[in-house]
């Protein structure tokens, strides 16, 4: 006989009171009836997320994500998102273009933890317009009117990586010192002698080691976003981290991965590296370090796939795109917006008049000794 497969079970979210759609609300936390206003507890789980052993060569990860969902892939610029079943999607949440295909589906590991929206949209709204008045080199035109911007909550998949380090390093550490040496000049025709401190490097070998636990590097998944952009977003406080539920995502848009995990340990180690290489620098101390060379090794590498909160929007302002994002968490702004060549010119102008002045000034007391 042969076995049964088992069919996971989808989660709607019908009110109990009306039978209309019940969706994430982000003031109350809860569900709430877009019908009759009801609410709906979500009931919170905080237990840890599991940390996964990168090298253990296992793919066992929970690929039901407990809600009925349909993979769109944008036309124009290559976004894969999952969207819920019953919604109807007619742009792309990512650039805005009507270019949406359904894909044919395919597996995705479902994340064990998620931050919940924390801004609503009129907040993040809110949030872009006080952006935009802090910036000086934006056209006064486009600080004063109302950006007409059609906001998408979406779902960010991420990657965080912990590990410990031991790093070994060598270099030629350079410390400054200082002579008095005598020097001759002409000045108004005469020679005169004159004193002043020469600085000279000492360089002498220097080797040791560096230890460190690395938590939590966050690598995003996306790659609809370059990665200034999401980091000008600023950290996300992951102890706000809740286990995956799928209500809340009801109501928006949870983007499909592209970067899988071995791709996002390399960029994660590029991370540590820096961070390595800083620590260290200041450890070497010194005036000047040449000839750096650092050998790092990994051990109880672990990861976890999470989703966090993001406000995404496109506008167009004088014909041409932009885009902003504000995290859904903090409602800190991050995007491009367009600049005024005015004030550009005006900046450079008025650095330039500070540059001469300095030169003149210099040149003055010179010509005076």
Request: with cysteine.
């Given at each position: 006989?042969?076995?049964?497969?088992?069919?996971?079970?989808?989660?709607?979210?019908?009110?109990?009171?009306?039978?209309?759609?019940?969706?994430?609300?982000?003031?109350?936390?809860?569900?709430?009836?877009?019908?009759?206003?009801?609410?709906?507890?979500?009931?919170?789980?905080?237990?840890?997320?599991?940390?996964?052993?990168?090298?253990?060569?296992?793919?066992?990860?929970?690929?039901?994500?407990?809600?009925?969902?349909?993979?769109?892939?944008?036309?124009?610029?290559?976004?894969?998102?999952?969207?819920?079943?019953?919604?109807?999607?007619?742009?792309?949440?990512?650039?805005?273009?009507?270019?949406?295909?359904?894909?044919?589906?395919?597996?995705?590991?479902?994340?064990?933890?998620?931050?919940p929206f924390h801004v609503d949209s009129d907040a993040a709204e809110?949030?872009?317009?006080?952006?935009?008045?802090?910036?000086?080199?934006?056209?006064?035109?486009?600080?004063?009117?109302?950006?007409?911007?059609?906001?998408?909550?979406?779902?960010?998949?991420?990657?965080?990586?912990?590990?410990?380090?031991?790093?070994?390093?060598?270099?030629?550490?350079?410390?400054?010192?200082?002579?008095?040496?005598?020097?001759?000049?002409?000045?108004?025709?005469?020679?005169?002698?004159?004193?002043?401190?020469?600085?000279?490097?000492?360089w002498h070998f220097v080797s040791g080691s560096y230890d460190h636990?690395?938590?939590?590097?966050?690598?995003?998944?996306?790659?609809?976003?370059?990665?200034?952009?999401?980091?000008?977003?600023?950290?996300?406080?992951?102890?706000?981290?809740?286990?995956?539920?799928?209500?809340?995502?009801?109501?928006?848009?949870?983007?499909?991965?592209?970067?899988?995990?071995?791709?996002?340990?390399?960029?994660?180690?590029?991370?540590?590296?820096?961070?390595?290489?800083?620590?260290?620098?200041?450890?070497?101390?010194?005036?000047?370090?040449?000839?750096?060379?650092?050998?790092?090794?990994?051990?109880?590498?672990?990861?976890?796939?999470?989703?966090?909160?993001?406000?995404?929007?496109?506008?167009?302002?004088?014909?041409?795109?932009?885009?902003?994002?504000?995290?859904?968490?903090?409602?800190?702004?991050?995007?491009?917006?367009?600049?005024?060549?005015?004030?550009?010119?005006?900046?450079?102008?008025?650095?330039?008049?500070?540059?001469?002045?300095?030169?003149?000034?210099?040149?003055?007391?010179?010509?005076?000794?």
């Amino acid at each position: 006989m042969a076995e049964e497969t088992k069919v996971p079970e989808v989660v709607a979210f019908p009110c109990a009171g009306c039978g209309g759609p019940m969706l994430f609300d982000v003031g109350s936390q809860q569900l709430k009836c877009q019908y009759c206003g009801r609410l709906q507890e979500i009931e919170e789980d905080r237990t840890p997320p599991s940390e996964h052993d990168l090298e253990d060569g296992k793919d066992d990860a929970d690929t039901d994500w407990g809600i009925a969902q349909v993979a769109v892939k944008c036309g124009n610029c290559g976004g894969e998102s999952l969207i819920p079943a019953q919604q109807t999607a007619t742009v792309c949440a990512f650039c805005g273009s009507p270019k949406v295909l359904p894909q044919p589906e395919t597996a995705s590991i479902r994340p064990e933890s998620l931050i919940p929206f924390h801004v609503d949209s009129d907040a993040a709204e809110a949030s872009f317009r006080s952006w935009k008045k802090k910036r000086w080199f934006l056209p006064n035109a486009f600080k004063r009117e109302r950006t007409a911007a059609r906001l998408t909550g979406i779902y960010i998949p991420y990657w965080t990586y912990d590990t410990d380090t031991d790093s070994s390093y060598s270099a030629q550490r350079g410390d400054y010192h200082y002579r008095t040496v005598t020097r001759t000049r002409t000045v108004d025709g005469k020679t005169e002698t004159y004193t002043e401190q020469e600085r000279y490097t000492v360089w002498h070998f220097v080797s040791g080691s560096y230890d460190h636990f690395f938590d939590d590097v966050l690598i995003p998944a996306s790659g609809q976003y370059d990665a200034k952009l999401l980091d000008r977003l600023g950290d996300f406080r992951l102890d706000g981290l809740l286990g995956y539920k799928p209500d809340y995502l009801s109501g928006y848009v949870a983007e499909r991965y592209s970067i899988g995990r071995s791709r996002g340990w390399e960029l994660a180690k590029a991370r540590i590296a820096s961070s390595v290489e800083s620590a260290v620098r200041s450890q070497i101390g010194g005036d000047e370090i040449s000839n750096l060379s650092i050998s790092t090794r990994y051990a109880n590498q672990t990861y976890k796939h999470l989703l966090l909160p993001v406000w995404n929007a496109t506008y167009t302002y004088k014909s041409k795109p932009y885009r902003f994002m504000v995290n859904g968490q903090t409602g800190l702004v991050s995007g491009h917006a367009p600049r005024s060549p005015w004030k550009i010119a005006f900046f450079t102008l008025a650095c330039l008049a500070v540059i001469a002045a300095v030169v003149l000034l210099v040149m003055s007391r010179q010509g005076q000794g």
